[in-house]
């Protein structure tokens, strides 16, 4: 059985930083692209970042090119976010997501949610200004 557990979401003021965590149980972990995507209240999942299974390769969305950074350990079965400059509209609940397509990163497949199968029950990010 996949499971996915996202960690690290809290309160946070404008600018400030937040790391989120996703531990990944159940498949071969190293083999699969992960995703992250967020969807707050009232709008659809929006696509974030996405990292290759070596970790070598990452795609972002538009919104958080150049603040926030994906990063996995394949050793312990985690995907990262990283997120710095924190803004009032990244306020949403965050998901991380195993992709059960193509697992060659690809940007133009990889930022549709449609591509990933297995997904965790997300984590709350508010930032406030």
């Known amino acids: 059985q996949v499971r996915l557990v996202e960690s690290g979401g809290g309160l946070v003021q404008a600018g400030g930083s937040l790391s989120l965590s996703c531990a990944a149980s159940?498949?071969?972990?190293?083999?699969?692209?992960m995703g992250w995507f967020r969807q707050a209240p009232g709008k659809g999942r929006e696509f974030v970042a996405a990292v290759s299974g070596s970790g070598s390769r990452t795609i972002y969305g538009h919104s958080v090119e150049g603040r926030f950074t994906a990063s996995r350990d394949n050793a312990k079965n985690t995907v990262y976010l990283q997120m710095n400059s924190l803004k009032p509209e990244d306020t949403a609940g965050y998901y991380c997501a195993a992709s059960t397509g193509f697992q060659c990163l690809t940007a133009g497949y990889h930022s549709s949610e449609g591509r990933y199968g297995y997904w965790g029950q997300g984590t709350r990010v508010t930032v406030s200004s």
């Open positions: 159940g498949l071969a972990f190293s083999s699969y692209v």
